[in-house]
């Protein structure tokens, strides 16, 4: 094949848990003397979208440490907060809503138009503060807010058009906008607005997005679902479409998928900020016990 590069890092989301999880992830093998963030490329989805531009800021250490050292917050139920993104809309039909779209959806494409609809729909009926709440979030979550000098890709999708994007440092909008337009679900936090166009969640251009890695000769894919998708499987949207599309194009690809310990971690809410500290340190376990069979694939 005809390399673009060397190596990709693909970070999929996962709210707050997988976030968490995927900086334990990289933080355990560079503590082990593999640094993955020094990827030729790093495509970042959603919650991924945030520890992409962490993973670029700062040493994965750091990340970690920080996460481990946060106050801790009590479980969902237990008078604790409602999750990571700090509820800005409707979140208790988001499921049943998000269901019915892929349900009546002939392709992905009418899918995604169908999601920023609906999420345009459900922001209209708001008082309009949600966007400059959400930037503010997001904001606090980057050590650094501007785009590193390595590759760096961040997904969204069009509301209005259904049409996917990829943001880089060339596409004019500064790093917090992109990123908070990736993590933009539609639902909890409104559309996203980046001059005339509102953005809703990454995750709905393709689940992981791996296959922008295509024409790169390694690529290691982090995925806190593991791979699994709510859409029907002739729309290509699983990751195991993707990989397969990779290797056909030549590229050795690796993933990681959260173990029983990780998966304990998560709980049944991954959005709940309680599961940011079990999430990371159980990614960091799980990644050191990787970390010799990793560095043979990544060097």
């Known amino acids: ?9 693909v970070l999929h989301g ?4 997988g976030n968490a999880w995927e900086i334990g992830v990289v933080a355990g093998v560079f503590d082990a003397g593999l640094d ?5 490329v790093i495509i970042g989805t959603s919650a991924g979208s945030t520890a992409a531009a962490q993973i670029t800021s700062v040493t994965p250490t750091e990340l970690f440490a920080a996460i481990l050292a946060a106050a801790p917050q009590q479980r969902i139920g237990q008078g604790g907060p409602e999750g ?4 800005m809309g409707p979140l208790a039909n988001h499921m049943e809503i998000t269901s019915r779209i892929i349900a009546t959806a002939e392709t992905a494409a009418s899918m995604r138009r169908g999601m920023g609809a609906a999420a345009l729909d459900m922001d209209a009926a708001s008082d309009g503060s949600g966007q ?3 930037r503010a979030v997001v904001a606090a979550r980057l050590p650094r807010q501007h785009w590193p000098e390595q590759l760096l890709l961040i997904t969204a999708v069009d509301a209005h058009s259904g049409e996917p994007v990829v943001f880089d440092r060339h596409s004019g909008v500064d790093l917090v906008d992109a990123v908070a337009a990736s993590t933009s679900n539609g639902f909890g936090v409104p559309p996203y607005s ?6 809703i969640d990454g995750g709905y251009r393709r689940n992981e997005n791996a296959d922008l890695a295509a024409g ?7 995925s806190p679902f593991g791979g699994r998708s709510r ?3 002739e729309w290509g949207m699983q990751l195991a479409a993707q990989l397969d599309e990779l290797r056909a194009g030549g590229s050795r690809v690796e993933t990681i998928f959260p173990d029983g310990d990780s998966l304990n971690a998560f709980g049944v809410n991954m959005m709940d900020l309680s599961t940011r500290a079990p999430a990371a340190q159980a990614g960091y376990n799980q990644a050191k016990a990787l970390a010799g069979q990793l560095s043979e694939f990544w060097r």
């Open 1 to 9: 094949m005809q390399s673009a590069g060397e190596r990709a890092l």
């Open 14 to 17: 996962g709210g707050a848990a």
């Open 36 to 40: 993955v963030t020094q990827a030729d």
């Open 84 to 87: 990571a993104r700090v509820a």
């Open 132 to 134: 400059a709440r959400w």
């Open 194 to 199: 980046i001059g005339d166009s509102r953005y």
């Open 216 to 222: 790169y000769a390694r690529v290691l894919v982090l």
């Open 231 to 233: 859409h029907p499987p």
